[in-house]
T-cell receptor
Framework: AQSVAQPEDQVNVAEGNPLTVKCTYS??????LFWYVQYPNRGLQFLLK??????LVKGSYGFEAEFNKSQTSFHLKKPSALVSDSALYFC????????????FGTGTSLTVIP | ETGVTQSPTHLIKTRGQQVTLRCSSQ?????VSWYQQALGQGPQFIFQ???????GRGNFPPRFSGLQFPNYSSELNVNALELDDSALYLC??????????????FGEGSRLTVL
């Protein structure tokens, strides 16, 4: 079975401070991992993905994610948070067997405090 | 480049009715997936269409059905609506190559309320 877990429902960080949104995964086979962001009453926007290669993946809007195979984690990071980063963040894993279904976590609400 | 568009954006139905949601995929993409996002939850996979055929299905009953057209647009049909069908329905387009779906690009969603 494939799944991701986002252990924090809510993350608060001060503007200008580094932020981390956590994600752990469980897959059979190679993991294909993704981060998406959702603003209120909007669809999901793709931020970045890990397929293979470097463990540090860079994405949109200054976000990056670190893939850690031994800890089965794929945490989203940003060196300096902006108020406009406040949104709902979803980690997802693509089914490694069928190659078509994505499994999403329950989401982490990020609030950046001015 | 045209993004993914969905219609309608909001609609209200009553139990037992039927609904059709529509989606136009992003140019250059050949695959459409539909996801259901209940309030406070992550999106749940309903099904995917590739070359006008269903190419994977999640844990949803047969009253959820779909179509993909030659121009890669798609419809999601839900029959015999239930209260629990109230959700945001997200369409996502992607490229399907080598037996794998690339990253998903989502539309803004159709919010369905069942009374």
């Amino acid at each position: 079975a494939q799944s991701v877990a986002q252990p924090e429902d809510q993350v608060n960080v001060a503007e200008g401070n580094p932020l981390t949104v956590k994600c752990t995964y469980s897959v059979s086979g190679n993991p294909y991992l993704f981060w998406y962001v959702q603003y209120p009453n909007r669809g999901l926007q793709f931020l970045l993905k890990y397929i293979t290669g470097d463990n540090l993946v860079k994405g949109s809007y200054g976000f990056e994610a670190e893939f850690n195979k031994s800890q089965t984690s794929f945490h989203l990071k940003k060196p300096s948070a902006l108020v406009s980063d406040s949104a709902l963040y979803f980690c997802a894993v693509r089914d490694s067997n069928t190659g078509n279904q994505f499994y999403f976590g329950t989401g982490t609400s990020l609030t950046v405090i001015p | 480049e045209t993004g993914v568009t969905q219609s309608p954006t909001h609609l209200i139905k009553t139990r037992g009715q039927q609904v059709t949601l529509r989606c136009s995929s992003q140019s250059g993409h050949n695959t459409v997936s539909w996801y259901q996002q209940a309030l406070g939850q992550g999106p749940q996979f309903i099904f995917q269409y590739y070359r006008e055929e269903e190419n994977g299905r999640g844990n949803f009953p047969p009253r959820f059905s779909g179509l993909q057209f030659p121009n890669y647009s798609s419809e999601l049909n839900v029959n015999a609506l239930e209260l629990d069908d109230s959700a945001l329905y997200l369409c996502a387009s992607s490229s399907f190559r080598g037996g794998r779906t690339g990253e998903l690009f989502f539309g803004e969603g159709s919010r369905l309320t069942v009374l």
